[in-house]
């Protein structure tokens, strides 16, 4: 089946650096969501993607939906102690194929005052 | 506005024991899902409701059921815990099964089989 790998796994950063994560399948997918994880709570919908080449912005958080429908990347740009998490790529697979969503192993975030 | 409500938090389940994980939404969602987090293997679907009325298999769904029980209330069942249960447990619902419906996630159940 449709499998999604995220990379890196982990990261740990100082304060006030940047940060880069992306996912990469051999399939294509009509969406691209991340999603963050707080610890103790369920994930929150970060950014969503729904066309190919799209570049979307949301406060210091920038994707990008692959021109090849099958990659995505997440930039956070001057990280601050709050962006810690996990945080997880997801890809809706086409009609055709099911439209399921299918989700990255997530990278965990930790940074250092 | 409570959005996704799972209970229980926390179980710890013997071997064999059964028990029901029960989830609401309040943000009159037409589509319900059951996901189980484990380390290093992200969220994977384990049953699925795109409307009220129906139900279907995600990707790992052996070991357990559901009941869409109205619009609200999505619950899912472990009729015999096993060990490779124990897991994080999250519901989510979205207005409907389609691309542009974004999941939206409860605070998950945190189940333990020993």
């Known amino acids: 089946g449709q499998q999604l790998n995220q990379s890196p796994q982990s990261m740990f950063i100082q304060e006030g650096e940047d940060v880069s994560m992306n996912c990469t399948s051999s399939s294509i997918f009509n969406t691209w969501l991340w999603y963050k994880q707080d610890p103790g709570e369920g994930p929150v919908l970060l950014i969503a993607l729904y066309k190919a080449g799209e570049l979307t912005s949301n406060g210091r958080l920038t994707a990008q939906f692959g021109i090849t429908r099958k990659d995505s990347f997440l930039n956070i740009s001057a990280s601050i102690p709050s962006d810690v998490g996990i945080y997880f790529c997801?890809?809706?697979?086409?009609?055709?194929?099911?439209?399921?969503?299918?989700f990255g192993q997530g990278t965990e975030l930790s940074v250092k005052p | 506005n409570a959005g996704v409500t799972q209970t229980p938090k926390f179980q710890v389940l013997k071997t064999g024991q059964s028990m029901t994980l029960q989830c609401a939404q309040d943000?009159?969602?037409?589509?319900m899902y059951w996901y189980r987090q484990d380390p290093g293997m992200g969220l994977r679907l384990i049953y699925y409701?795109?409307?009220?009325?129906?139900?279907d298999k995600g990707e790992v769904p052996n070991g357990y059921n559901v009941s869409r029980l109205n619009k609200r209330e999505f619950s899912l069942r472990l009729e015999s815990a096993a060990p490779s249960q124990t897991s994080v447990y999250f519901c989510a619902s979205s207005e409907e099964s389609s691309y542009n419906s974004p999941l939206h996630f409860g605070n998950g159940t945190r189940l333990t089989v020993t």
């Open positions: 943000m009159n969602h037409n589509s």
């Open positions: 409701s795109a409307s009220e009325g129906t139900t």
């Open positions: 997801a890809g809706q697979t086409p009609y055709n194929q099911g439209g399921k969503l299918i």
